[in-house]
């Protein structure tokens, strides 16, 4: 469970991240990097899709600055997939009470700007 979040810095079950982090319904953490720091591109997302998530939430950061196309929301779409795109504070609030759910979901987390 996430449970802080700060610009630059998101904790999750004791531990801090000061990176853009990948975290899936089981809980386990990675570091996120994208081709380009404020756009999500299609290989951004391919370890994604592979996994077969319910849902994917992508935090965009604290003022919104990443990018999710609509060409990215449709692949996510086209690939039976939900999605929910929101500010990372909201995506993160969003990701804990689907994981409290037990849903199978995948959360992708800009943590600056």
Not at 83 to 90: C, D, G, P, Q, R
């Amino acid at each position: 469970m996430i449970t802080g979040y700060d610009f630059g810095k998101i904790s999750i079950n004791g531990d801090d991240y000061y990176v853009d982090v990948f975290i899936d319904w089981n809980e386990k953490v990675k570091n996120w990097q994208r081709e380009e720091s404020h756009s999500v591109k299609e290989k951004d997302l391919k370890e994604v899709l592979d996994l077969k998530p319910d849902i994917i939430v992508i935090g965009t950061g604290e003022s919104e600055m990443l990018r999710v196309l609509p060409e990215i929301q449709e692949l996510i779409i086209n690939n039976d997939i939900g999605l929910v795109v929101k500010k990372t504070l909201e995506a993160i609030s969003f990701f804990n009470k689907s994981l409290a759910e037990n849903k199978k979901i995948i959360g992708l987390f800009h943590l600056t700007c």
